[in-house]
């Protein structure tokens, strides 16, 4: 089940990274502007049609992290292409036959993410 409150909170991530006002942002999307400040005061739900509507708009937004808070924001391009198996070749070193074993991301808040071949 969504979490009002935290998808709120993702959605001014959003706002905030694309430096965009409510206004703004509504008329990105095709909303109606109330519709924005009534979902940013809690007294509404997102529906299914708003978030298809970021989803569409917005490349970089992962519906895992905008849905559930799951994944990274802005999603990465190249995380999928990191855990196919069909872009392996593309990781090895032909010259000395070495294979990647790990990829790890070191952010600015201390944290990383470790990607490993599976």
């Known amino acids: 089940m969504l979490d009002t409150t935290s998808f709120i909170l993702r959605l001014k991530t959003i706002l905030a990274h694309k430096e965009l006002s409510s206004a703004a942002f509504a008329d990105l999307i095709d909303v109606q502007r109330s519709s924005i400040s009534h979902l940013l005061n809690g007294r ?3 529906s299914l049609e708003f978030i298809m509507k970021i989803d569409e708009a ?3 937004v992962d519906l895992q992290w905008l849905l559930y808070g799951e994944g990274d924001f ?3 391009e190249n995380k999928n292409q990191i855990h196919s198996s069909n872009n392996k070749n593309q990781f ?3 010259s000395n036959h070495k294979t990647l074993e790990r ?3 070191f952010y600015t ?3 990383f993410k470790t990607y490993t071949e599976k």
Request: hydrophobic fraction near 20%.
């Open 58 to 60: 917005f490349s970089e």
């Open 74 to 76: 802005p999603k990465s």
């Open 109 to 111: 808040d201390g944290t």
């Open 103 to 105: 990829i790890v991301m």
């Open 92 to 94: 090895e070193h032909n």
């Open 44 to 46: 509404n739900k997102p």
